[in-house]
């Protein structure tokens, strides 16, 4: 990868976090902590507005005003920094700054953060700080990958006039990130990682990671565009999680609980009367559910099975009535793709390092290590 390629995809080193949104109505928005006060800046100019030493920010909206601890703000975008140490939003502590604004009818809440403290954030979430070492830090580096190739879409999207607001979202819908991670085996492991990145063909990838594989070869999977993603291509099985707590898992529902999940797509079901899987891709993807319930028949998709059995741990299983309950039997807890974190958490403890768990599971990647440019 080029310097010039860094420079444009690591303009600032900064991550932007959406915290929180919400569409621009008379109420109470948010309210943010700060134990030795604010200094409160705007946004499109950066120019100081206030410092004010009141301990907390309530922001609401009056009238499609925006109003802070009751007066009226005249700018629509504000960042907010503490005058000494951190922010608190609900119950997290968050580095840096941040920055509340109001997009075509919508005001955002975006904790603005370097890209080392978020990876930190991130890996205190998705990870356990006393797993081993070389576990944690092929997470960080695979983290740091996921987000980096995030800014490049995000950032990409501004370019082509379709406004940026943020990077990533809080929750495991991209990453979990919490703010704030004090623990220092968590911060050695990203600290030994700083600035390394998996990259394929000279572009750093969006590394996804799931908790536990249960040995499914991702290759086989149909639904991924491997042809964008060729690094979760990977042709052979994990066999590292075998042993995991997680590698195979059962969850049942009474069939009164099951009728009552499916009336939500159809209320005119009866009694359940029988329920297995019909198809399935050739990793073992459930690609469609049969249910049959009085006089109706339904076919659900493997996304629409896996978003109404919140039980269900993952997209490999099989299901059937056994008395008067609906029994799961699956592999795997997650989308089967990426870095199995059990997988690497095994492969850490029969001595291998960050780097040969990464190649085995993101096959034919390279790892580098980015140069800092701003914010160092």
């Not at 080029?2 to 008379?26: G, N, P, R, T």
């Not at 930190?120 to 983290?143: D, M, P």
């Not at 950032?155 to 004090?182: A, E, P, V, W």
Request: proline letters at 2%; aromatic letters at 10%; glycine letters at 8%.
């Amino acid at each position: 990868m080029s310097s010039q390629d860094d420079a444009e995809l690591l303009d600032d080193f900064y991550v932007y976090v959406l915290l929180d949104k919400k569409i621009c109505s008379d109420g109470i928005l948010w309210s943010i902590k700060s134990e030795k006060g604010f200094v409160i800046c705007d946004v499109a100019t950066e120019k100081q507005l206030e410092s004010l030493d009141a301990p907390a920010l309530n922001f609401s909206v009056q009238k499609n005003q925006l109003r802070l601890n009751g007066r009226k703000v005249a700018v629509t975008s504000l960042r907010i920094k503490p005058r000494e140490g951190y922010l608190r939003y609900e119950n997290d502590t968050y580095p840096d700054d941040i920055v509340l604004i109001l997009h075509e009818g919508i005001w955002y809440l975006v904790n603005g953060v370097e890209l080392e403290e978020y990876v930190c954030g991130v890996l205190r979430c998705e990870s356990y700080s006393h797993w081993k070492l070389e576990a944690n830090k092929s997470q960080a580096i695979a983290q740091r990958s996921y987000v980096l190739a995030r800014i490049t879409k995000a950032r990409g999207r501004k370019k082509l006039g379709k406004g940026f607001i943020y990077d990533i979202g809080k929750t495991n819908s991209d990453q979990t990130y919490k703010g704030l991670c004090m623990c220092e085996k968590t911060r050695q492991a990203v600290e030994e990682t700083r600035g390394m990145v998996l990259v394929f063909q000279g572009r750093v990838i969006e590394s996804m990671y799931d908790i536990c594989c249960g040995g499914i070869i991702p290759a086989h999977m149909e639904g991924v565009d491997f042809n964008t993603a060729p690094h979760l291509a990977r042709s052979y099985a994990c066999t590292f999680c075998s042993s995991s707590k997680l590698h195979s898992w059962k969850a049942s529902y009474t069939l009164r609980e099951v009728e009552q999940l499916v009336k939500q797509l159809d209320n005119h079901i009866g009694t359940i009367r029988h329920i297995h899987v019909t198809k399935t891709d050739k990793a073992g993807m459930v690609i469609e559910l049969l249910i049959r319930a009085g006089r109706r028949t339904i076919k659900l998709s493997g996304k629409q099975a896996y978003a109404l059995f919140k039980a269900v741990r993952s997209f490999h299983y099989t299901v059937a009535i056994e008395g008067d309950k609906v029994v799961f039997h699956g592999k795997g807890y997650g989308h089967h793709l990426g870095l199995c974190q059990y997988g690497a958490l095994e492969m850490a403890l029969q001595g291998k390092d960050s780097e040969a768990i990464l190649r085995f599971y993101f096959p034919n990647i390279d790892i580098l290590k980015l140069k800092v440019l701003k914010n160092s």
